[in-house]
């Protein structure tokens, strides 16, 4: 293999536009005091002295939905393990070692994904897994699955985050012709080498070989790629249109509008602390040392025969509600993106808003399950990688003999209160939008009648075709 070098310093032009939006991602997803105490989203107001900012991050609060968008969906997703059959695969074994242990580490594949690949994929809007065998022996090639399994030349899973990958190429198709991967260790494994320094080396899968590279561009080992493609599989989120490699992360809008909020909240809590009230002083003579400070409050004189008596000086507080409302307003905001309102109170809730809440119900419903079929898609085309590592040379999903179900009975809210809500919805815009009701009452049958039932179909073109549509009484 030719010894070749590269410069590790070149990324890619969407890595270097993205990288801080990444990392923003993920520090708002993850979001703690250390973040805040470092100053890192909460902005230093200008002319502000460095003592008050660092009083200020001391102070700060975490508000942050982020990691509960992404938490509430995996928990959904996951609240019953998907269904697999492998039994009449002929690579049942291999998949079988691959479910029960994905990554070298003892992880469940189900784990993995519950744990890693899909809060990843929110993150991000997409994530990718890797996978790689270990290394052969060297001068030996195996031929047979059986070789293979001896060797315990199994296939494991690497997740990649967007982070990690920090150039590639594409073909016109949108597959890999290469991809370059970074990947770092902190310390030494001696434990008397106390520097903690960063090793980076860059993994580069072709679809004709591997490398490995030093953190100077030495090739430093490699082999042949018996696979024909770059061992990589994608799940998206959501697929970015103007970047087809990318995705569109669900906390786009969240993490702006949440940076907006730690910084509003740090300024009411400053507008607090300065507009406690004024005392004012009375003095004596001119001779009089009259006190700076009293307590937190600013202390004012004032002539000791003046004809009115000491009186406290309070500040308008408009500024701080007017604040305090564009807090709320972000935060019903990212409610309202993340599909969310269904977890305010009942009470809460207006006529404008129970519309609106079976909307979000029916759309957070619809997303899931399409995550769920994004899932199976995913699963079918893992299962393929791990067959042809087995095997040595590519195979298809439609080789594998598998069947792969993720649940989709998400439990949103009981029927009978999607009925009520259903109702109650009906009878309040009965009679002004017949296109609103029939919509609503489409998905309410879709959540009603499972899929693959014989009514379903003929439930809805009923009633999409109805000139009448019922009032909810």
Not at 157 to 169: F, G, I, M, N, R
Not at 176 to 191: F, K, Q
Not at 305 to 329: L, N, T, Y
């Amino acid at each position: 293999m030719q010894n070749k070098k590269f410069n590790p310093a070149i990324r890619h032009p969407l890595y270097l536009a993205y990288e801080d939006t990444w990392a923003a991602y993920l520090d708002f997803a993850e979001l703690d005091l250390a973040d805040l105490r470092n100053g890192a989203y909460l902005q230093q107001f200008e002319s502000e002295p460095t003592a008050a900012w660092v009083n200020r991050k001391a102070r700060a609060s975490i508000y942050n939905l982020c990691p509960l968008l992404v938490s509430i969906r995996k928990n959904y997703l996951f609240a019953r393990r998907p269904t697999r059959h492998i039994e009449a695969s002929p690579f049942r074994r291999e998949l079988a070692d691959f479910y029960s242990n994905c990554d070298r580490n003892g992880t469940a594949w189900t784990d993995f994904l519950r744990e890693q690949v899909v809060p990843s994929v929110y993150i991000f809007g997409f994530s990718e897994v890797l996978f790689d065998v270990p290394s052969t022996p060297e001068g030996f090639r195996p031929q047979t699955q059986e070789q293979r399994r001896n060797l315990n030349l199994r296939p494991y899973a690497v997740l990649l985050t967007p982070l990690d990958t920090t150039d590639w190429a594409l073909d016109s198709r949108g597959h890999y012709h290469w991809i370059r991967i970074r990947e770092s260790t902190v310390g030494s494994a001696d434990p008397s080498d106390q520097q903690h320094e960063q090793t980076d080396t860059y993994l580069q899968w072709l679809t004709e070989s591997w490398e490995r590279f030093d953190d100077e561009g030495n090739l430093l080992a490699g082999d042949v790629n018996p696979l024909g493609v770059v061992p990589i599989v994608p799940l998206y989120f959501q697929r970015s249109k103007r970047y087809p490699r990318l995705g569109v992360s669900l906390l786009k809008t969240a993490v702006a509008n949440t940076e907006d909020v730690l910084n509003t909240v740090s300024l009411i809590q400053t507008d607090e602390l300065y507009n406690v009230g004024m005392l004012r002083y009375p003095r004596r003579s001119p001779k009089d040392e009259l006190p700076t400070r009293l307590g937190p409050n600013t202390v004012l004189a004032f002539d000791a025969e003046a004809k009115h008596a000491p009186d406290f000086i309070v500040g308008s507080v408009d500024h701080i509600r007017a604040k305090m409302e564009r807090v709320r307003q972000a935060i019903d905001f990212i409610l309202t993106e993340g599909k969310l309102l269904m977890g305010q109170s009942r009470a809460a809730m207006q006529i404008r808003s129970g519309v609106q809440a079976l909307v979000e119900r029916l759309e957070l419903f619809n997303e899931l399950s399409d995550m769920a079929d994004g899932l199976e898609r995913f699963e079918l085309r893992v299962a393929a990688m791990v067959a042809s590592w087995t095997k040595g040379q590519r195979v298809g999903p439609d080789e594998l003999g598998i069947g792969i179900t993720y649940h989709r009975d998400y439990a949103l809210e009981s029927l009978a209160d999607a009925a009520e809500t259903l109702s109650k919805t009906m009878r309040a815009i009965g009679g002004t939008s017949p296109a609103a009701i029939k919509a609503l009452l489409i998905g309410f049958i879709q959540r009603a009648l499972p899929q693959g039932s014989p009514y379903l179909a003929e439930a809805i073109a009923q009633v999409a075709e109805a000139s009448d549509v019922p009032s909810g009484d």
